[in-house]
């Protein structure tokens, strides 16, 4: 028996990197998804592609997440085609890097309005949907610097650092639901972020981590799984940190 056979869940953010890596893993244990994107591309069109190869079931429902319309497409497809929601994975996010004296309010407003309203758009229509049965899962990629900062990261850490607050509340409010919301510390990983690094950069990253290395997507996949999955049934409005102890 696969970990997650015959749930259905969204991922958000999932054309590539840890996005790419959430739905894979769940598809290889069973899941039904529906994978979006902010706009159709050649690269989610190969995430649902290499879903599909794995034998599971895909759709597609594009728009940004911190619009509305777009969480109720997600949550209106997963019913619509799938018959409900089990599962929300929260990863769809920007960076807009700077110092805090050159960074513009465009770049302020717009890495809030996806890293942390685009959390709360799409958690409120899913837990609309898994209210009807009483059961769901959200689950909601934050990062390391929402508690240890990082220079230049002034608008992103906020913004994770209130995911982070998010879930716990959210956590409490629907927990005799059995809801379970959970957030995941995310360190460097190697992703398209981190492959335009300058060397120097990179090698300062790996010293203070103490796995010696940057992390690979597939090593957040896991731990997405296991708080999608019945073995973690007593689990929620916790964090996981996955910084290989870059953060301790």
């Known amino acids: 028996m696969k970990l997650l056979e015959g749930k259905v869940a969204i991922v958000t953010g999932a054309s590539r990197g840890i996005g790419r890596a959430i739905a894979l893993g769940f598809a290889q ?5 529906v994978l979006n994107a902010s ?4 690269a989610l069109s190969e995430t649902q592609d290499q879903v599909r190869e794995l034998g599971a ?14 969480a109720r497409l997600m949550v ?21 890097d700077k110092p805090l004296l050159l960074m513009t309010e465009e770049e302020f407003d717009l890495v809030h309005a996806v890293n942390m309203r685009g959390v709360y758009q799409c958690s409120r229509e899913a837990v609309r949907e898994m209210m009807k049965k009483r059961s769901g899962r959200i689950i909601s990629i934050s990062s390391i610097s929402a508690i240890s900062g990082r220079p230049g990261q002034c608008n992103y850490a906020a913004a994770k650092a209130g995911v982070v607050g998010f879930t716990k509340s959210l956590a409490r409010e629907v927990g005799k639901q059995n809801i379970l919301v959970n957030a995941l510390l995310v360190g460097v990983i190697d992703t398209a972020m981190t492959k335009s690094m300058q060397p120097a950069t990179k090698a300062e990253v790996q010293r203070v981590i103490p796995l010696n290395r940057i992390g690979r997507a597939e090593e957040v996949a896991g731990p997405c799984v296991f708080l999608a999955s019945d073995f973690s049934t007593f689990v929620t409005g916790t964090t996981i940190n996955i910084s290989g102890g870059g953060y301790v």
């Open 29 to 33: 244990q069973g899941a039904r998804l």
């Open 39 to 42: 706009t159709l591309s050649d």
């Open 57 to 70: 079931e895909c759709a597609l429902a594009c728009g940004p997440v911190q619009e509305a319309a777009s």
């Open 76 to 96: 209106s497809t997963a019913a619509d085609r799938f018959g409900g929601l089990d599962i929300l994975v929260n990863n769809a996010g920007v960076t807009r």
